[in-house]
């Protein structure tokens, strides 16, 4: 199919909400991707995050043709062995991460899944209300984690949300220290703020903000949806700051291109009640098996390494530009926000015009999320391109 007919029939059926751009995606392999007209493009968005592995990693595709001849979805209620393996290896994964002595994990389809679960677990876990959130964070669509989303353009079409949520200035102590009380269930962060403009937090923020949460009985989440399984350098963005929340919640990579979600909290917390959260497609059988493919490729390429080797390049570079209409390269690992003086809307046009696929992070901020895997060839000429294109 050429793209008009694309065209044509998606947007006769599309229910809208979505922007699209004006290009057929049909085909994407490492960190490269082609359209319906045979143009090709350097993936610098990542699949909006998810592409940490790259697209089709041949590992994950051998895992997930494996795993569908055998057994793709059945009973939650059933025990299963991918899924049992899948979480021995992420398990060991992240207590090394987060040093917990022990975790326990739910699965889910979705980031925003994921931010759900941790939310209704605190508020089962303290029996308390309320959710203290920052500013300029995202944390997803449905409505609780929506709730906890502070953009307006994203919350007030579906406005009364979830009642007992605030948001406060993101990594500013004192702001969270005047609204944490007994009645704090949980305050729910991202180590680097991705939708919100790609905005890192301070360590002595992240270390103040464990310490007043401990201090009040409330638990800390941290959002690593975007920043987890690599992207930042680490497999957990919380490592830099030798952060140890209560809750963590994964999505986008962990699937290797499958829809997943996952809530993991420190053991000591114990489980939710029997019977009182699920999901029926969470943690089925393929998207275990392709998780796990993830977690392997993640260790024998170390692609967190080589984040923070190519991360570290790429922004170097991008200061080093003589362009006047950038202010600042700000970012962690192969995370990458540059704020620009002018709208970045026409300047993704004009990047995609010339093979380099990007995304925006607010009105005027090139947001950078390349698969891991990238060549640094690749990213020499995405520099380049950007360079053309602002001046």
Same mark, same amino acid.
Not at 168 to 179: K, L, Q
Not at 269 to 279: A, E, P, R, V
Not at 338 to 353: A, D, F, G, N, W
């Given at each position: 199919?050429?793209?008009?007919?694309?065209?044509?029939?998606?947007?006769?059926?599309?229910?809208?909400?979505?922007?699209?751009?004006?290009?057929?995606?049909?085909?994407?392999?490492?960190?490269?991707?082609?359209?319906?007209? $045979?143009? *090709?493009? !350097?993936?610098? =968005?990542?699949?909006?995050?998810?592409? @940490?592995? %790259?697209?089709?990693?041949?590992?994950?595709?051998?895992?997930?043709?494996?795993?569908?001849?055998?057994?793709?979805?059945?009973?939650?209620?059933?025990?299963?062995?991918?899924?049992?393996?899948?979480?021995?290896?992420?398990?060991?994964?992240?207590?090394?991460?987060?040093?917990?002595?022990?975790?326990?994990?739910?699965?889910?389809?979705? $980031?925003? *899944?994921? !931010?759900?679960? =941790?939310?209704?677990?605190?508020?089962? @876990?303290? %029996?308390?209300?309320?959710?203290?959130?920052?500013?300029?964070?995202?944390?997803?669509?449905?409505?609780?984690?929506?709730?906890?989303?502070?953009?307006?353009?994203?919350?007030?079409?579906?406005?009364?949300?979830?009642?007992?949520?605030?948001?406060?200035?993101?990594?500013?102590?004192?702001?969270?220290?005047?609204?944490?009380?007994?009645?704090?269930?949980?305050?729910?962060?991202?180590?680097?703020?991705?939708?919100?403009?790609?905005?890192?937090?301070?360590?002595?923020?992240?270390?103040?903000?464990?310490?007043?949460?401990?201090?009040?009985?409330?638990?800390?989440?941290?959002?690593?949806?975007?920043?987890?399984?690599?992207?930042?350098?680490?497999?957990?963005?919380?490592?830099?700051?030798?952060?140890?929340?209560?809750?963590?919640?994964?999505?986008?990579?962990?699937?290797?291109?499958?829809?997943?979600?996952?809530?993991?909290?420190?053991?000591?917390?114990?489980?939710?009640?029997?019977?009182?959260?699920?999901?029926?497609?969470?943690?089925?059988?393929?998207?275990?098996?392709?998780?796990?493919?993830?977690?392997?490729?993640?260790?024998?390429?170390?692609?967190?390494?080589?984040?923070?080797?190519?991360?570290?390049?790429?922004?170097?570079?991008?200061?080093?530009?003589?362009?006047?209409?950038?202010?600042?390269?700000?970012?962690?690992?192969?995370?990458?926000?540059?704020?620009?003086?002018?709208?970045?809307?026409?300047?993704?046009?004009?990047?995609?015009?010339?093979?380099?696929?990007?995304?925006?992070?607010?009105?005027?901020?090139?947001?950078?999320?390349?698969?891991?895997?990238?060549?640094?060839?690749?990213?020499?000429?995405?520099?380049?391109?950007?360079?053309?294109?602002?001046?």
């Amino acid at each position: 199919m050429n793209y008009e007919e694309i065209y044509g029939l998606e947007s006769t059926y599309t229910s809208g909400g979505v922007g699209r751009r004006p290009v057929a995606l049909v085909k994407a392999q490492g960190a490269r991707l082609w359209d319906s007209e $045979g143009n *090709e493009y !350097i993936d610098c =968005a990542g699949a909006q995050g998810w592409a @940490n592995v %790259g697209h089709s990693h041949p590992v994950v595709t051998k895992a997930i043709e494996q795993q569908l001849h055998t057994y793709v979805a059945g009973q939650e209620s059933s025990y299963n062995d991918q899924r049992a393996l899948w979480m021995r290896d992420l398990a060991e994964v992240l207590e090394t991460s987060l040093n917990w002595d022990s975790s326990y994990i739910h699965p889910s389809n979705s $980031g925003t *899944e994921a !931010i759900e679960a =941790a939310l209704k677990f605190a508020r089962y @876990n303290t %029996g308390r209300p309320n959710i203290i959130a920052a500013m300029r964070g995202f944390h997803g669509r449905t409505m609780g984690s929506l709730s906890a989303t502070w953009n307006k353009k994203y919350r007030e079409p579906f406005e009364p949300l979830i009642p007992g949520i605030n948001h406060v200035p993101y990594d500013n102590i004192e702001a969270m220290a005047e609204v944490i009380d007994d009645q704090t269930a949980a305050v729910l962060v991202e180590i680097v703020q991705g939708e919100g403009g790609v905005f890192p937090g301070s360590g002595e923020y992240f270390a103040a903000l464990r310490e007043l949460c401990t201090e009040r009985g409330a638990l800390l989440i941290v959002d690593e949806i975007q920043t987890g399984v690599g992207r930042t350098g680490r497999w957990l963005a919380c490592e830099h700051h030798q952060l140890s929340p209560d809750i963590v919640s994964l999505g986008k990579s962990i699937g290797g291109g499958l829809p997943m979600g996952v809530t993991v909290w420190r053991g000591e917390l114990g489980q939710f009640k029997s019977g009182l959260h699920g999901s029926t497609f969470g943690g089925n059988p393929l998207v275990c098996a392709a998780s796990r493919a993830v977690i392997e490729v993640m260790a024998e390429e170390q692609l967190p390494q080589r984040a923070e080797m190519l991360g570290a390049w790429t922004r170097d570079a991008i200061e080093s530009l003589s362009a006047r209409r950038i202010r600042e390269v700000r970012g962690m690992g192969l995370m990458i926000g540059v704020e620009l003086r002018t709208k970045v809307t026409p300047v993704l046009q004009k990047l995609m015009e010339r093979g380099v696929w990007a995304l925006p992070a607010g009105l005027n901020v090139l947001r950078l999320l390349p698969p891991l895997v990238i060549e640094q060839s690749d990213l020499e000429r995405v520099v380049e391109v950007i360079d053309d294109v602002l001046k």
